[in-house]
């Protein structure tokens, strides 16, 4: 019984069903252009860890364009109109004291920041007198990824990458749509499918020193894209 | 009447006042000879923290305005709509011991918690919303969070997709992703 309703209210929530369940990939008609495709402007999933390499130092990831495939990841590329925002919140009210701002021009990428935006919300300009690192985008065919580093030490990467992100996304279709009850054990009789094994995101990374985001224990951290 | 003029007029300064900024800043970048273009004022198209929140709990109607809807102020426009779909869901309590408000005042302001020093992670059994790890499996962190109940045993068909690891082992050095496929 209880299965049942639970069961009835996932078909409740069908009325998405246009709109594919994924952490953040088209996920508004805004940033999905025709076909479902992930526009340059969808932001598909935001990361913050400890640096593996450094623990003085913290890592973004901005992933946009999601599901491309190896043809199209050759020759996707980052609007030159948008800019990508890193915004982090060192005094827990939720608003950006900090941004960390993304740009690619003629092939190349900055990051400017960490640095106080001109002001917190929904437009932007960048605060070109920060300071920046800078990085030629790299290309699909490039066997290693061209890393830049500030003068502050922040590094900053742009180019394809294989999709970190995992999930049964058609199981969960089908539990949405009524045809299935349950995820797939991912046993060999019963085993799930990752929708996003084999697809690639264009990323934007950016590694900085601890030290420069304050000295507050925790962040809140967001991404964003904006456009002119 | 008087509401929306303000928010009209409101806005239109915050247009303009940046734009005036632009313009100065440009100026300053033109002068060191730099040819990088930064110039003019960009508007929000799409925003993120934690995944899949915007897909999972907010209407087909409303998907592009949580979008453009700053963190600060998406409890206050937002939270009703999530503690309905927690309701449906037949959500009452998860093994964090949140009850539906609780749960729903967390998830309706969209950033990602991030520590600065330890242990940065989505959920490992210990630490929870410290950061997020590309190794992370944050869909089952949800689907047991949401689907699971007190203990996390309820509807065990539902908390896991059981696909627990990305098809490509990530870099031990920046970007830390995979290369591309």
Request: aromatic letters at 10%; charged letters at 15%; proline letters at 4%.
């Amino acid at each position: 019984m209880k299965k049942k309703i639970l069961f009835g209210t996932l078909i409740g929530i069908a009325a998405v069903g246009s709109i594919i369940f994924a952490a953040d990939h088209i996920d508004a008609p805004a940033v999905t252009g025709t076909g479902n495709v992930s526009l340059g402007t969808d932001i598909t999933d935001v990361y913050a860890f400890q640096s593996p390499a450094d623990n003085n130092n913290m890592v973004f990831v901005i992933n946009t364009q999601g599901l491309l495939s190896p043809s199209a990841s050759a020759t996707a590329k980052f609007p030159e109109n948008t800019l990508y925002e890193l915004n982090i919140d060192n005094t827990g009210d939720n608003v950006e004291d900090m941004v960390i701002q993304l740009l690619v021009r003629n092939g190349k990428v900055r990051a400017y920041g960490p640095v106080a935006p001109a002001a917190p919300g929904t437009g932007s300009i960048v605060v070109a007198n920060a300071p920046y690192a800078e990085a030629s985008v790299t290309s699909y065919a490039s066997g290693s990824p061209v890393v830049g580093t500030s003068t502050k030490g922040v590094k900053v990467f742009a180019g394809p990458r294989d999709d970190p992100f995992f999930f049964d996304l058609k199981r969960f279709k089908e539990i949405i749509a009524g045809t299935a009850t349950k995820f797939h054990d991912g046993t060999a009789e019963d085993p799930a499918t990752d929708a996003f094994a084999g697809t690639n995101v264009m990323s934007l990374v950016v590694e900085v020193p601890k030290s420069m985001l304050g000295s507050a224990s925790s962040i809140n951290v967001w991404a964003e894209s904006k456009s002119k | 009447m008087l509401r929306i003029n303000n928010k009209i007029s409101f806005s239109f300064l915050i247009t303009a006042a940046l734009f005036m900024a632009s313009c100065k800043k440009d100026h300053g970048n033109n002068n060191g000879g730099d040819s990088f273009d930064t110039s003019g004022v960009f508007t929000q198209q799409d925003q993120m923290g934690r995944p899949a929140i915007n897909t999972v709990f907010v209407g087909a109607d409303r998907k592009n305005e949580f979008n453009m809807t700053t963190p600060s102020a998406m409890s206050a426009a937002f939270k009703a709509d999530f503690l309905a779909k927690l309701s449906a869901f037949g959500y009452t309590q998860n093994a964090l011991g949140q009850n539906a408000d609780a749960f729903g005042g967390l998830l309706v302001t969209d950033v990602l918690n991030a520590k600065l020093s330890g242990k940065t992670t989505f959920f490992d059994g210990t630490n929870v919303l410290t950061g997020r790890d590309l190794a992370d499996d944050v869909i089952d962190t949800e689907l047991l969070l949401i689907f699971g109940g007190s203990t996390g045993a309820s509807n065990p068909g539902l908390t896991s997709d059981h696909i627990n690891s990305n098809d490509k082992a990530f870099l031990t050095t920046f970007p830390y992703l995979a290369s591309p496929f």
